[in-house]
């Protein structure tokens, strides 16, 4: 059977004082209430020591459960003075009886046949105090608790990673140039066609990284490619010495030491001319220059084999995907000094948080008081900052877990690797989606497991909630 446990233990005076119309010196502690499947069991223990009570008079208390127009009585009970007391067991009246006075303290005790509108009630004591010829003196009434029966969210406290703080902050920005040169040369003629805004776009990314005070450029690497038409050694010879040209005018501009720069270069670029005709399946010569270019002929023999069997496709190529081939990839890496001042942190990540680690941004999350906006957004910026990152998308499915965003929380497990805490957190994922086995498969396989964390309680826990 399935039984859920809801206790309160109250002392006198933690019942709320008696409003006026209810008689002085009637309190309750040890309250408690325990549902079961079917049943609801409500305990009490009644002090009515306090009460003044005339002789020939009764106060009638009848607990009382109620939510909106629903209510259920309890079985009364009665504080007597003597003379009705001895009357009313010589009647030998079913309602329990007790006597006022030093005496009058006593365990009540009811069952019910539980329904579903009681998961959300009311318990309260109603009183009707009668004299003599049970004439009526008053009526009142008392809160004593109210039930929540509902089932309980399952939302575990979050389970938090802190992440391992970076010796030194790499970072890199990659990007492509199209620099043109007149046939079989290889000098950078910056007034030669579009030449002046491919450098401009080449200095433009060099001046935002060598700007930041923050940033030291550790080396610029380019590598440049050659487009297939044409005898080979030539295009690995314009290859090699066009890309030694553009690196050695970038290290000319900014006076930057030879070690900074380094090349490589390749002599046809057969990978992107595939990239594209898988990119454009379209034309009828589209598979089978495909077919040619990823084939094992030597470099020389495709070409001349594509430029008879398919001279249309050939001559498409030639004006329209060559030109783009020919092209210089650039890389700058450079590190980024650490920071160690929260507010420094914060203002960073406002204005460009590429620039933090996982272990500043949680230094800063750590800061923040847990579940507010700004805690939540820590998480959010770093598995954007860091997709591919166990710890992040740990942290990330945990708030999104606590927050309720079930779809979020499944794509951040997607990709948070097999730790304790991820392990764990796909248990409260599959709870909150009903999979209650396949929950407690996952918190059961937990107790083998070391973390970072202990979640032996929170697996156990877990699991109580699921019985």
């Not at 720069?261 to 034309?283: K, V």
């Not at 997607?414 to 599959?430: F, N, Q």
Request: hydrophobic share 35%; glycine share 6%; with cysteine.
């Amino acid at each position: 059977m399935n039984k859920l446990l809801y206790t309160i233990l109250l002392t006198a005076a933690s019942v709320p004082a008696a409003s006026a119309d209810v008689p002085a010196g009637l309190t309750v502690d040890s309250l408690s209430y325990e549902r079961s499947e079917n049943h609801l069991l409500v305990s009490m223990v009644v002090d009515a020591r306090h009460m003044e009570v005339g002789s020939c008079g009764q106060i009638t208390v009848t607990p009382v459960i109620s939510s909106g127009s629903r209510s259920l009585t309890l079985p009364p009970f009665a504080i007597c003075g003597r003379s009705k007391y001895i009357l009313d067991r010589r009647r030998e009246t079913t309602m329990q009886l007790h006597r006022s006075g030093k005496d009058a303290r006593f365990p009540y005790s009811a069952t019910i046949d539980y329904e579903d509108w009681m998961k959300s009630a009311d318990l309260s004591l109603t009183t009707r105090e009668t004299g003599c010829a049970d004439a009526e003196v008053s009526e009142g009434k008392r809160d004593l608790a109210r039930f929540d029966f509902r089932p309980k969210g399952f939302n575990p406290e979050a389970v938090v990673l802190m992440a391992a703080e970076e010796e030194v902050k790499h970072r890199s920005v990659k990007k492509s140039a199209y620099i043109e040169f007149p046939v079989n040369r290889y000098a950078i003629e910056p007034l030669y066609r579009s030449n002046g805004s491919e450098l401009d776009s080449i200095k433009n990314t060099i001046n935002i990284v060598k700007s930041d005070r923050d940033a030291t450029i550790a080396s610029i690497s380019i590598e440049g490619f050659a487009s297939p038409e044409g005898p080979y050694g030539n295009n690995e010879r314009l290859a090699r010495e066009r890309t030694k040209s553009l690196a050695e005018y970038v290290r000319r501009l900014y006076s930057f030491p030879e070690s900074l720069m380094t090349t490589a270069w390749t002599a046809e670029n057969w990978e992107g001319l595939c990239r594209w005709l898988e990119a454009n399946p379209g034309e009828s010569w589209s598979a089978p220059i495909l077919r040619l270019a990823k084939g094992d002929l030597k470099p020389d023999v495709k070409e001349y084999e594509i430029q008879h069997r398919y001279p249309e496709g050939y001559g498409y190529l030639l004006k329209n995907v060559f030109p783009a081939l020919r092209r210089s990839d650039y890389r700058i890496d450079y590190t980024i000094r650490p920071y160690a001042d929260v507010a420094e942190i914060a203002e960073v990540m406002r204005t460009n948080p590429s620039k933090l680690s996982l272990y500043e941004l949680y230094r800063y999350a750590n800061s923040l008081e847990p579940g507010s906006d700004d805690y939540r957004e820590v998480f959010e910026v770093a598995v954007r900052l860091y997709p591919d990152n166990e710890t992040a998308n740990v942290n990330a499915a945990s708030t999104a877990l606590k927050y309720g965003n079930l779809t979020k929380a499944a794509n951040y497990l997607a990709k948070a690797g097999d730790s304790p805490e991820a392990v764990y957190l796909r248990g409260v994922l599959a709870a909150k989606q009903g999979d209650t086995a396949s929950a407690r498969a996952l918190f059961e396989s937990l107790k083998g497991m070391t973390a970072v964390r202990d979640l032996s309680r929170e697996a156990d826990e877990a699991i109580s909630l699921l019985e």
